[in-house]
């Protein structure tokens, strides 16, 4: 997810960016706006007066792909960025990158599988240590899951188009997910 804070004069020439690049129209979403007056301490009259307003429309585009398939070092998301900046100007500003898996779940169980398993070596270990017998569990809880990486950003001026220029890189790396189990077994 890449947010973009655009002034109403480039909204329409980014979202537009946007769309072009592939992005479909559900992956585009308005996430703020506001108007912001402006003042200025007039002297002769000793007040603040209005000298206008400033308006934000802050926009987040979905991403779902990084990298293009057929050129690995084609960094589509980087191409998409300049091109957004570079249709929006001197008034875009990308806020903030994070990265997302779009379905989580075949992780998580996976995760899970390796939490309870253990979960249960640990209890069996503490269990042979007491001179016990380890029973069923009892009680079992979860918390956590998938943890998004989240980048902030500067302000960046619009990208130079000169010839040969680079597309931005962007890599998301690796992602976490993490889950803590909690389990309580019966002992004999």
């Known amino acids: 997810l890449i947010t973009y804070a655009v002034l109403p004069e480039a909204a329409n020439a980014v979202i537009s960016q946007l769309k072009k690049s592939g992005i479909a129209e559900k992956d585009i979403r308005t996430t703020s706006f506001s108007i912001i007056r402006v003042t200025r301490f007039d002297e002769s009259k000793q007040q603040e007066v209005t000298i206008g307003y400033r308006v934000t429309n802050a926009v987040t585009a979905r991403i779902r792909t990084l990298v ?12 998409i960025i300049d091109a957004v900046a570079q249709a929006g100007g001197d008034l875009t500003r990308i806020n903030s990158i994070s990265f997302t898996v779009d379905d989580p779940t075949a992780f998580e169980r996976e995760v899970r599988q390796k939490a309870m398993a253990n979960a249960e070596n640990k209890a069996k270990q503490l269990a042979n240590l007491s001179g016990v017998k380890l029973g069923k569990p009892i009680y079992i809880n979860e918390s956590g899951g998938f943890i998004p990486l989240r980048q902030e ?7 130079s188009r000169a010839f040969g220029a680079v597309p931005t890189p962007i890599l998301p790396g690796e992602q976490e997910i993490r889950l803590n189990v909690q389990v309580v077994y019966e002992i004999d």
């Open 68 to 79: 293009q398939e057929s050129y690995p070092l084609d960094y589509k998301a980087g191409r």
């Open 153 to 159: 950003f500067f302000p960046v001026p619009a990208p």
